[in-house]
């Protein structure tokens, strides 16, 4: 993935969060999300809204719990006792979780978790395309020097939660 393209996918991601965010996770059947399908479809082998679901929760676990995770879980409902509330009381509950008002919590906050779940997914996919199993040595080194390249080309702002993603998936200690 070339740059303009991590940042395409990063932007469409972030919409397409805040559509879910709008409508709620019990219409996630019917809320246009292709991107986010296509991400589930790499990373889990579907893009049911199951396996949508879990996406979201593995991207969600990737902020690493602590308020701000929570945060996360709170505002797209997945967590038990959230489900099917509606959109805007599990803002309230997260806005609540990060000790802010509602509004406050709109109109930055809720950006930002957006923005980290985005990176998750897209680390996520990354991760997959490292871990791809079934290829040859030669290929596979091939494809780890293209990948190399491309993050290499990443802007530094970007490779800080991929790079914290991949060594926690990977075992490596920072």
Known sequence: MASSDVADMRTRIINELTLLRRRGMTR????????IA?????????????????L?????DGLGGGQFGRAGLLL????????????KELREMAALELELQPDTFRKGRELRILEQIAEQMIGLVVLQR???????????RARLERLAAEIAAL?????????????????VPD
Request: glycine share 8%; proline share 14%; aromatic share 2%.
């Open 28 to 35: 996630l059947r019917v809320t246009p999300v292709p991107t």
């Open 76 to 87: 797209f409902g997945p967590s038990p006792g959230t489900r099917g509330r509606k959109p």
């Open 155 to 171: 802007p530094a702002a970007d490779l800080g939660p991929l790079v914290q993603l991949l060594r926690s998936r990977l075992g």
């Open 56 to 60: 979201l929760r593995q991207a969600i």
């Open 38 to 54: 296509d991400v589930s479809r790499v990373v889990l082998g579907s893009d049911e809204p199951a396996a949508i679901e879990r």
């Open 130 to 140: 490292v871990t791809m199993p079934s290829e040859p040595a030669e290929d596979r």
